[in-house]
């Protein structure tokens, strides 16, 4: 098959984890006989500094004439520590969610036996835990107008919108997604106090008849976010709007061991991207010692997910079992910082693995 992928590696430590988990796809693609070709471009911060824009028209081009994107991560410290600056590299990371019709993002929380103890909750409640999160990516507080600050700067405003077109695609993937698992599906809102979660409820209310096998239950994001912790494994397939789910997914993570090891599929409209649901870890960037993981697992999406490329998908996914089986970890998995591998021995080890599968 023809895999024709645009890599946009971003900034920071995205470039790093990005190289790694390209060497995973020219590795796995080079054993199952696909023909692979690749093309860079620019987002974020780098591209702000290169064409003043974080999102340039090239980089949409190649994003739509691509079967998939690998994304690293955006984000710099000068413009976080700078709440005047016009530009910013999320607005690249917005634009291209809202250009390629991005309205899902799916995130699995996959615990690997081998980090069980990495996790600080008891083994016996995180042991069998696996869920996947459903995050709305193009709604809510993020993109909703008006936005902004009056006059005198001293008030800002942020506007949550959420339309029934947008509820509704959100949540058909959600009931689709808990019938090809075990049928369980957790709507997330906070209708107690939200007009939009409240649109949010009503509309899962008039769906659940069409999925009759789908056990339906409703928890509000506060009380979710205490029970990911206390009972991860009540959980199947949870969906939720864009703030919430950024959140709830990144304190899901804990779970799992390391930030550095969870990977997420955009998918909606237009091309599908493929991303570590991290950001650019600004202060390991250029240190080689990020955890790559995330983001080859996200390459592993992408076979799947992109290309319905299963077995191309489970061999990536068993290298990074077998990996951390074997103790080649970056520093975040190890509490002795000397037995800790760079990420690109990291790489090596997986890239060795699937040449000798
Ligand atoms: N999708 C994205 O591109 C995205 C997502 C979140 C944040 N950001 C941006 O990233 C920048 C940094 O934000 P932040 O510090 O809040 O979040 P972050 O995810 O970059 O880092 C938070 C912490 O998680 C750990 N971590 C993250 N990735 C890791 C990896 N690969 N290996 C090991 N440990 C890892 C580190 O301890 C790090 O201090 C900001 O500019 C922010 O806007 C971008």
Known sequence: MKLNIAVLAGDGIGPEIVAQALRVTETVAKKFGHELQTKEALVGAAAIDATGNPYPDETHELCMQSDAVLFGAIGHPRFDNDPSAKVRPEQGLLA????????????????????????????DRVEGADFVTIRELTGGLYFGQPQGRSENGDTAYDTCIYTRMEVERILKLAF?????????????????????????????????????????????????????????????????????????????????????????????????????????????????????????????????????????????????EASLEAGAVTEDLTDDKSKALSTSAVGDWIVEYILKA
């Open 96 to 123: 291209m969610r809202k250009k390629l019709g991005l309205y899902a993002n799916i995130r699995p929380l996959i615990i690997f036996p081998s980090l069980l103890e990495k996790s600080p909750l008891k083994t």
């Open 176 to 320: 689709e997604f808990a019938m090809k698992r075990k049928k369980r599906l957790t709507v997330v809102d906070k209708a107690n106090v939200l007009a939009t979660s409240r649109l949010w409820r009503q509309i899962s209310k008039e769906m659940e008849p069409q999925y009759p096998e789908v056990v339906v239950d409703y928890m509000f994001v506060d009380n979710a976010a205490m029970q990911i912790i206390q009972w991860p494994k009540r959980f199947d397939v949870m969906v939720t709007e864009n703030l919430f789910g950024d959140i709830l997914t990144d304190e899901a993570s804990v779970i799992a061991g390391s930030l550095g090891m969870l990977p997420s599929a955009s998918i909606g409209i237009h091309t599908s991207v493929f991303e570590p649901i991290h950001g650019s870890y600004p202060q390991a960037a250029g240190k080689n010692i990020a955890n790559p993981c995330a983001t080859i697992l996200s390459a592993a999406m992408m076979f799947e997910y992109a290309y319905k490329l299963d077995k191309e998908a489970a061999l990536i996914r068993k290298a990074v």
